[in-house]
């Protein structure tokens, strides 16, 4: 995707907002997404509740992208604002490994609690791509809202269905994409 149209237009809508921001900067397409960090004074503003302003932002973007380049489908890009989305990527794959420990120790598979479908292929590819966790493969499973990711051993072959997780303190609820 052209960096420079991904620029202006983003540029003229952070305008509209009205949000302060000096610089943007479009990363080349790594794993199908074109990342997009902003340098802004006014960072929490931008990110707003739990990121739900950079969400409306960046939703805005793909669609205005999609409708100016006649596309099929949302392009997939990440805005990221003073390594707010980099930070919970991290989170949401140490809580993988975390659990990764639990099902070598007990061999049961374990369900991680509901999550977006960006943080869901953040913690399948993590898991693909990580030498240490390669005895270990993942599968979404669920509708809507409660999809959520079962980790298990590979060697497993399933069986019985997991239950749902529902709403606990497993450090995924503020999760913004």
């Not at 390669?134 to 590979?154: A, H, N």
Request: hydrophobic content about 40%; charged content about 30%; glycine content about 6%.
């Amino acid at each position: 995707m052209d960096a420079s149209m991904i620029k202006d237009t983003l540029g003229a809508l952070l305008k509209l907002l009205p949000f302060a921001v000096t610089d943007i900067k479009v990363e080349a397409e790594k794993d199908g997404i074109t990342r997009i960090d902003l340098v802004s004074t006014e960072a929490n503003r931008i990110i707003g509740w739990h990121g739900e302003t950079l969400n409306a932002v960046q939703h805005l973007l793909k669609s205005i992208l999609r409708a100016k380049l006649n596309l099929d489908r949302s392009p997939f890009l990440v805005i990221d604002i003073d390594g707010y989305r980099r930070e919970q990527e991290q989170k949401v794959c140490r809580i993988a490994e975390q659990k990764a420990d639990f099902v070598r120790r007990t061999g049961n598979r374990i369900a991680l609690a509901p999550m977006s479908p960006y943080f869901r292929r953040i913690v399948h590819l993590h898991v693909a791509s990580s030498p240490a966790l390669q005895d270990l493969t993942t599968e979404s499973v669920g509708e809507g809202e409660y999809r959520q990711i079962v980790l298990r051993m590979k060697d497993d072959q399933g069986g019985e269905e997991l239950s749902p997780v529902m709403a606990q303190d497993t450090g995924l609820e503020n999760l913004d994409v």
